[in-house]
């Protein structure tokens, strides 16, 4: 089992950023690729970011891409995600996964799951 544990998550104006958090409660943080995603009120949660177990590889959902940046630190057992430029179409919950099947796994697929935590972005 891997717990998994998001912060950072706040209200901020439209152009704004926040950078979240994950923690993971095990030191095999580092066996598993990780990922971001992100449900709207009243919408389908949908892929943000991915990263590789070894941080190498990264993965982004056109919507995010080159506005977001997706990290992870194995010796702190972290994953960060910087979102920058924040528009109001990024209000939503955000939730941190981990996954053994590599990146590209799909998200019915990913292992663990965080609590997520709440993004407002207002205008």
């Known amino acids: 089992q891997v717990q998994l544990v998001e912060s950072g998550g706040g209200s901020v104006q439209v152009g704004g950023s926040l950078r979240l958090s994950c923690k993971a409660s095990?030191?095999?943080?580092?066996?598993?690729?990780m990922g971001w995603f992100r449900q709207a009120s009243g919408k389908e949660r949908e892929f943000v970011a991915a990263?590789?177990?070894?941080?190498?590889?990264?993965y982004y959902a056109d919507s995010v891409k080159g506005r977001f940046t997706i990290s992870r630190d194995n010796a702190k057992v972290t994953v960060y995600l910087q979102m920058n430029s924040l528009k109001p179409e990024d209000t939503a919950v955000y939730y941190c996964?981990?996954?053994?099947?590599?990146?590209?796994?799909?998200?019915?697929?990913?292992?663990?799951w965080g609590q997520g935590t709440q993004v407002t972005v207002s205008s």
């Open positions: 095990r030191s095999t943080f580092s066996n598993y690729g």
């Open positions: 996964a981990a996954e053994t099947g590599g990146l590209g796994t799909p998200q019915s697929k990913y292992d663990y």
């Open positions: 990263v590789s177990w070894d941080a190498i590889r990264t």
